[in-house]
C-alpha cells in the first residue's frame, strides 16, 4: 500500500499569512493527487485534484504542486474561514490512501 | 447541483449489520464512481472502498480492513448507493461518507462532491 505522509501536522498562522502543507507518497503516483479541507463537524469538501487543478468553484488562493512523490498545497492570504485540517489523498491504485492531515489554527 | 444524502446510521451491536444509503441527485448517477470515506471520532480519513461506472461493469474495490465484511452495491432506478456492513466491530464506529468520482468517458479523477455523513457506532 502506498503512504500518505503530511507535513507538518499543525500549523499556526495569522489572518493574511500563506502557509505551505506537504504531502509526500512511500512510492510516485505521477500527479493522481487529491487536496480536501474539513473544518469540524462537516463533511470534507474537494479542493485539488490531479495535484495542480482546482476544483469548480474553489478559489484561487489555494494551489497546488507536485508529482511523483512530493506534493504541496498552498493557501495564500489566509482568511478566518481557511482554519480547517487538510488532507491530502492518492488516487493512483487500491487502496487509495489520505494522509494523516494538517490541522491550520489561528495564531 | 450534485447532493448525496446518506442514511441509516445508528447504534449496532459488535458482530451485528447495518445498511448505509446514499441517496444520489444532480447528475447521471451510472456515469460516476462512487466511494465510501469513514472517520472514527477524532481521527483523520480512512477510504473504505468503490464501485466503479457503468462503463466499467459497477465493479468494486475495498480496503482491506473491510474487505469480506461489507460490501458496496448500487441501484441507478432508485440513484442510490448502498453499503452493507456485517460482523460490525467496535473499530468500525465512525462517520460514514459517501462521495462521487468525477468521471468523464475518457477517465475518473479524484472525489469531488460529498454526502454529510451518517454515524455508525459500534458497542454493546
Known amino acids: 500500500d502506498i503512504q500518505m505522509t503530511q507535513s507538518p501536522s499543525s500549523l499556526s498562522a495569522s489572518v493574511g499569512d500563506r502557509v505551505t502543507i506537504t504531502c509526500r507518497a512511500s512510492?510516485?503516483?505521477?500527479?493522481?493527487l487529491a487536496w480536501f479541507q474539513q473544518k469540524p463537524g462537516k463533511a470534507p469538501k474537494s479542493l485539488i485534484y490531479d495535484a495542480s487543478s482546482l476544483q469548480s468553484g474553489v478559489p484561487s488562493k489555494f494551489s497546488g504542486s507536485g508529482s511523483g512523490t512530493d506534493f504541496t498545497l498552498t493557501i495564500s492570504n489566509l482568511q478566518p474561514e481557511d482554519f480547517a485540517t487538510y488532507y491530502c489523498q492518492h488516487y493512483n491504485g487500491y487502496p487509495l490512501t489520505f494522509g494523516g492531515g494538517t490541522k491550520v489554527e489561528i495564531k | 447541483e450534485v447532493q448525496l444524502v446518506e442514511s441509516g446510521g445508528g447504534l449496532v451491536q459488535p458482530g451485528g449489520s447495518l445498511r448505509l444509503s446514499c441517496a444520489a441527485s444532480?447528475?447521471?448517477?451510472?456515469?460516476?464512481?462512487m466511494d465510501w470515506v469513514r472517520q472514527a471520532p477524532g481521527k483523520g480519513l480512512e477510504w473504505v472502498g468503490r464501485?466503479?461506472?457503468?462503463?466499467?461493469?459497477?465493479?468494486?474495490e475495498y480496503a482491506a480492513s473491510v474487505k469480506g465484511r461489507f460490501t458496496i452495491s448500487r441501484d441507478v432506478s432508485k440513484k442510490s448507493l448502498y453499503l452493507q456492513m456485517n460482523s460490525l466491530r467496535t473499530e468500525d464506529t465512525a462517520v460514514y461518507y459517501c462521495?462521487?468520482?468525477?468521471?468523464?468517458?475518457?477517465?475518473?479523477?479524484?472525489?469531488?462532491?460529498w454526502g454529510q455523513g451518517t454515524l455508525v457506532t459500534v458497542s454493546s
Open positions: 512510492q510516485g503516483i505521477s500527479n493522481y
Open positions: 464501485t466503479r461506472n457503468k462503463a466499467n461493469s459497477y465493479t468494486t
Open positions: 462521495a462521487r468520482v468525477y468521471c468523464t468517458p475518457i477517465r475518473c479523477y479524484a472525489s469531488d462532491s
Open positions: 444532480g447528475f447521471t448517477f451510472s456515469d460516476h464512481y
